[in-house]
């Protein structure tokens, strides 16, 4: 098995290969629940300016990538409770009294790579490093309907809370995000 490991997204090409698996993770995960044409009409560059901007700007979202090799195989983003979505203005969360708390924004596997064991090593360094700046809980927003990521939050100590976000999409489709949280 090729050596694993993990990068800070610092460059051009880390932010290529995160919106790469972005595309192609939302492609397979949100069929059914987002509109067909909406997810038809993502390639895979669709959210490079989002990272490169990220990390230009110094917002304080972070980007880490797991290799398999050369190859990128999963990414997440993690940062201090948003109160902004950072892709798009038709994803705001409701964040209030979570200021203080970590958040992983996003979290994404390449389809084909899932199983692997590879979003738990990712899971494990973030945790790691929102408890080393200082943060004593997180949160994660998940699909309702991604029934595998919320088994998989689950596994690794997240619960629902009972809030959640309505995010509305072409057709007046509108899908809920359930809020995980957990300490750290």
């Not at 067909?36 to 669709?46: C, Q």
């Not at 991604?146 to 619960?159: L, T």
């Amino acid at each position: 098995m090729e050596e694993l490991h993990i990068v800070d997204a610092r460059a051009e090409e880390h932010f290529r290969a995160m919106s790469m698996i972005h595309a192609r993770a939302w492609k397979i995960s949100y069929r059914g629940a987002v509109p067909d044409d909406f997810l038809d009409a993502i390639d895979d560059g669709h959210w490079l300016e989002a990272f490169r901007s990220n990390y230009e700007s110094r917002n304080g979202i972070k980007g880490l990538l797991l290799y398999r090799g050369d190859a990128p195989v999963a990414c997440l983003n993690y940062c201090r409770a948003r109160k902004d979505n950072f892709n798009s203005a038709e994803c705001q969360f409701p964040n209030e009294g979570y200021e203080d708390w970590g958040e992983l924004a996003t979290f994404y596997t390449l389809p084909g790579e899932q199983g692997k064991g590879y979003g738990s090593i990712l899971m494990e360094e973030a945790l790691g490093r929102l408890k080393a700046d200082g943060f004593s809980n997180c949160f994660v927003f998940v699909l309702r309907e991604n029934e595998g990521a919320r088994r998989f939050y689950a596994r690794h100590g997240f619960a629902w809370d009972g809030t959640f976000a309505e995010i509305t999409f072409p057709h007046d489709t509108v899908c809920v995000d359930l809020r995980y949280v957990r300490a750290l």
